[in-house]
């Protein structure tokens, strides 16, 4: 593991807005997230039943095949390999991710055993209702929930301990550099509309997922950004851990553009290697949109900055 820590820890209590940002988001998290459950129970719609159910009248949705070539074949479930099975359930388990499919599910004239699709139905509405209710979803941003306040509530919001931790690591060690190198007023602009951006990356990315967005990732990766290219030190100190041996952890000081390759085009190659709509629940577009945001700040933050500093020299 290696991170950049261009400010000693020490240091860090004296950049009032960044232990303020990191305080905030711990407060909302103990106030609001720490207790409420993970996961919301719909026996009809989880259950294996449940997800082929779902998986063929999704397949139906998509393909508008006639009922002869998709339904209405009696053998179909008792002669279906275990292989197709599972298909059916991972293509279950993704309609339950496009909202076009939500927002209409229960309205559309499928077919099938009529009874059967009754049920789903009404185990369906049941669960739309139930994810709308969960904490994640009212202060999450996704394409079912993109209010106006969506875009910042999300950026305070963390869905368990180590995404809060892993965050705050981040947000503390930029934070401050950012806050020491350019003030209070530019952190708080990037992390706030870097959020944004960020936000903007994820739902180009995921037009019709059901799935929200929680997290300060973006807002970190466009601190991380704009350091990279606002900073014109040659060297910085990273922090790297090994191992707990002596030699194996420690600071070393490596270019400020090291950060790039890092971090940066890490998120490039996994948002380019995931299947759309089956992520592993990290954001990859959002860190690019808050990066893309915090490169562009800092191209024009030097632009700004170097008439002054010719003038002060």
């Known amino acids: 593991m290696i991170v950049p820590c261009p400010e000693t820890p020490q240091n860090v209590l004296k950049f009032p807005l960044t232990i303020t940002l990191t305080v905030l988001n711990i407060f909302i998290f103990f106030l609001v997230f720490s207790g409420a459950p993970s996961f919301f129970p719909n026996a009809g719609i989880f259950s294996e039943q449940g997800l082929l159910t779902t998986g063929r009248l999704y397949y139906q949705y998509l393909k508008e095949q006639p009922p002869h070539e998709l339904l209405e074949k009696p053998e179909w479930m008792h002669k279906m390999s275990s292989q197709n099975r599972d298909h059916l359930v991972v293509i279950g388990s993704y309609a339950l991710r496009d909202a076009r499919f939500m927002e209409s599910a229960e309205s559309l004239p499928f077919w099938g055993d009529a009874v059967q699709i009754a049920t789903w ?74 959020g944004i951006a960020g ?86 577009a959002a860190h690019l949109g808050g990066a893309a945001l915090g490169i562009v700040t800092a191209l024009i933050y030097r632009q700004i900055r170097r008439p002054l500093l010719l003038t002060e020299s």
């Open 199 to 284: 936000g903007a990356g994820f739902l180009m990315s995921q037009a019709h997922g059901t799935v929200p967005m929680v997290g300060a990732s973006a807002s970190v990766s466009a601190l991380m950004a704009f350091y990279c290219f606002a900073e014109r030190r040659a060297r910085i100190r990273y922090f790297f851990f090994i191992s707990p041996a002596q030699s194996h952890h420690g600071a070393i000081y490596l270019p400020t553009l090291l950060i790039f390759p890092l971090y940066l085009l890490v998120d490039l190659a996994s948002f380019w290697g995931t299947p759309e709509g089956l992520g592993g629940g990290v954001a990859y």
């Open 121 to 194: 139905k009404k185990d369906f509405v049941e669960f739309r209702r139930s994810y709308q209710d969960q904490v994640l979803y009212r202060f999450g941003l996704s394409s079912l929930a993109k209010g106006p306040w969506a875009w910042v509530t999300y950026q305070f919001s963390h869905s368990n301990w180590l995404h809060l931790f892993s965050n705050l690591v981040f947000l503390v060690l930029m934070g401050a550099a950012v806050e020491g190198l350019a003030g209070s007023g530019m952190l708080l602009f990037i992390y706030i509309v870097g």
